[in-house]
């Protein structure tokens, strides 16, 4: 089988290494790709947005299997242009990719079907928006309907920061077109748990939980980020909730796109906070996380690409899901100055040192090869650094040691990821 992947991150790396180890893959493809991804598919230079010089790629080359990895080309009909083309493709369909595409479209669901989440508005202008926080109670949180790349969301502890936020997402367009409408929030408090999920339509196949650190600093301070960090499995999400989220979240949100014509086949990301009033809906991905996906493909045991054909054919009932019984952590090397300002082109030395030691991977998310054939940075986060152990503490000690390994200037990772561990 011949499978093309879409994307050039660190989620596509873990996706392309995860499907290299199928006996049906006989040969792979990324485009865009990346350095890393470079030593274990053949990178195609075809941007994630461009679906002609996509498909036309794929007819030529006899693709049997397309996965869009990245959350724009979903949201803009990728897994559309495919099928029409006759080519079969893993991910959501556009009408379906709409649940991460528009906040304002995914929490009008949970309402329509009793989906628990945060109580909301959703604004279309500044002036509104800004007539309701004089009244509102703060903290308050402020999203961006549409895609902005993970970090169009705003936690405003007063009512000047929401004013201001406003602003930023409105009239100062921080985030283009996705800040044009907005929802705000009730503000919750709780452990947050990410839970990934196969779906095929009808059924879904839980994977195992994960914690994701988005703020850029140690102590979960400075600006959200794409993310920082992950371990996997999160300590908090005990079974007792894993069954509550089944039934009252899981299956229902798929049910419920089912029922308004949306059929969702691909990956659901299901960010949950954990209230004292039970776990309650943060966000919805349509599409694997990043980096939570460098923790938990690792930790699966099945063939990916059995999954994604069974997400494709509606088989996905008879698949077993399974996951190792140990932990994982992924720590993200950065550029000093992400997510704002920060250079490129500064060489990586010591990624050898990965070769050699089972259980420890490392995962690039921004990096190409230079004039000289040497990796080099290429963005704001560079590389995800994971490490297994039998425990989490374990996990996250073997994945801080192998930061060590890595060097190149400008270097910047912080140092609590999984901290949260330590007081579980």
Known sequence: MKILI?????????????????????????????????????????PVMDFDAQVKFAKENGIDLVVV?????????????????????????????????????????????????????????PEAALAYLETAPVPIVLKADGLALGKGVLICNTREEARAGVKTLMLDKQFGSAGDRIVIEQFMTGREVSVLTFVDGKTV???????????????????????????????FYTDEIDAYCREHIYQPTVDAMRAEGREFKGVIFFGLMLTADGPKVLEYNARFGDPETQVVLPRMKNDIVDVFEACIDGTLDRI???????????????????????????????????REREGYYVFHAGSRFGADGQIV???????????????????????????????FDNKYMRHDIGKAIDEA
């Open 6 to 46: 879409i994307g050039g991150g660190g989620r596509e790396h873990a996706i392309a290494w995860k499907a290299a180890q199928s006996p049906k893959a006989e040969k792979i493809y990324c485009a865009p790709g990346n350095a890393g991804i470079a030593s274990v598919a053949e990178c195609v230079d075809i």
């Open 69 to 125: 990895a990245p959350d724009d080309p979903l949201a803009a009909g990728a897994v559309d242009a495919m099928e029409a083309a006759g080519i079969r493709a893993f991910g959501p369909r556009k009408n379906a990719a709409i649940l991460e595409g528009s906040k304002a479209f995914s929490k009008d669901l949970m309402k329509k079907y009793g989906i628990p989440t945060a109580a909301y508005e959703t604004f279309d202008t």
């Open 205 to 235: 196949r839980v994977m195992t939980s994960a914690q994701d650190h988005k703020r850029a600093k140690d102590g979960d301070q400075g600006l959200n980020t794409g993310g920082m960090g992950t371990f996997s499995p999160s300590p």
């Open 320 to 354: 077993d899901l399974q996951f190792d019984d140990n932990a994982a952590v992924c720590v993200v090397l950065a550029s000093d100055g992400y997510p704002e300002h920060y250079e490129k082109g500064f060489a990586i030395s010591g990624l050898d040192a990965f």
């Open 377 to 407: 940075t290429n963005g704001g986060r560079v590389l995800g650094v994971t490490a297994l152990g039998s425990t989490l503490k374990e996990a996250r000690k073997n994945a801080y040691a192998a930061t060590e390994w890595i060097r």
